[in-house]
């Protein structure tokens, strides 16, 4: 498989042909010795992790990590590319692959994984958190240790959080208040949650792929969005919307994960390695974040984009109660528990 360059493998992958047969056939079949398994060295394995975001980005930089940690652990027995930019498929379809395990990791926010496990949707309710620090208190709580294992029953083994900072809302018109929010069509993940957001904010929500936003923002279809500053800045959505309140509605966490299917068939062993992979690859990945989210707010501000603060959350907190009231029987035992970590 060596003579095969990044590129054309991309290229490859891209086609009708699957993947994970073509990678079996150089190396997730292969036993040592004369077929037997013998614990010592173990099996040889290559998979693939994908991830939407480009090269230089927080996530991506945390999953490159992962993949290094993997392979120093087991001496490159355990060999995991990671394919940025979206190149194995938008997340959503990401996802529907992983719980295949025709692609065995992913890191995807937990913002469309919510429609595949519903615990994991609570991340999508507005302004649930006051801060990174109560965010991060809660997820490394054993509740939220439960909702990355809530990941199982739909064939995925959350292995991490890592960090995605809090999402605002831009748009090609000005942005000073909740209420100039009216009207507005916003782009928002694929979450239904996100849908009864928006209603309650008086937009009207159009739920689409990530990589689709960009044109639909230049040629109109949309007239904002809502995100962090990496992924304002990274995905250019700066250029063609250049209002963005700090509104901070969501901290919706990004998850690493593995396919159920892939991971049932690691030995104990190895699936030990990888766990403690994962959870040593947040460090690097939450210090890649914090440098990025301070250069990616200096950068879009540079360029002209018009940044309004939020001094007084109070009315948009009012608007949203309605959500907060339909889900809360749903989600009784979780907010409680982040109540809890405030
Ligand atoms: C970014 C997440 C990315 C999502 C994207 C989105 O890092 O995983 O795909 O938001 O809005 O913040 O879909």
Redesign the pocket.
């Known amino acids: 498989m060596e003579f095969f360059g990044k590129k054309s493998l991309t290229i490859l992958l891209g086609t009708t042909l699957s993947a994970s047969l073509l990678l079996a056939g150089c190396g997730s079949t292969e036993t040592n010795g004369k077929g037997s398994d013998s614990k010592d060295e173990g099996k040889k394995y290559s998979f693939r992790l994908a991830d939407?975001?480009p090269d230089n980005y927080p996530?991506v930089l945390g999953d490159k990590k992962f993949a290094e940690i993997v392979n120093e652990k087991t001496k490159g027995r355990i060999k995991i590319d990671v394919f940025p930019n979206a190149q194995l498929g938008e997340?959503k379809a990401v996802i529907e692959q992983v719980q295949l395990g025709a692609i065995e990791f992913t890191r995807?926010?937990s913002?469309p994984l919510g429609e595949f496990s519903k615990p994991l949707g609570v991340f999508s309710l507005p302004y649930i958190f006051d801060s990174e620090e109560h965010e991060w208190k809660f997820l490394e709580s054993d509740k939220g240790k439960e909702l990355l294992a809530s990941l199982e029953s739909a064939k995925m083994k959350g292995l991490a959080y890592y960090d995605?900072g809090s999402r605002n809302f831009y748009s090609k018109k000005p942005l000073k208040s909740v209420d100039d929010l009216k009207g507005l069509k916003v782009r928002v993940?694929q979450n239904k949650i996100n849908i009864d957001l928006m209603e309650a904010l008086g937009a009207n929500p159009s739920p689409m792929p990530?990589g689709e936003v960009f044109s639909s923002l230049q040629t109109g279809v949309i007239d904002g969005a809502e995100?962090?500053y990496p992924?304002y800045d990274s995905s250019n959505h700066y250029q063609v919307a250049k209002n963005f309140i700090e509104d901070g509605h969501q901290r919706v966490p990004?998850v690493l994960m593995i396919s159920k299917t892939t991971w049932d068939k690691l030995s104990d062993a190895d699936k030990k390695i990888i766990q403690e992979a994962a959870l040593e690859s947040v460090k690097t990945q939450r210090e890649e974040w914090a440098k990025f989210e301070k250069e990616s707010e200096a950068k879009v501000k540079a360029a002209g984009a018009t940044i309004t603060k939020v001094t007084d959350i109070k009315p948009w907190q009012e608007k949203v109660k309605p959500v907060i009231d339909k889900y809360r029987a749903d989600y009784k035992d979780v907010l409680e528990a982040i109540d809890k970590a405030r």
């Open positions: 939407t975001h996530t997340e995807v926010s913002g995605s993940q990530y995100n962090n992924s990004e």
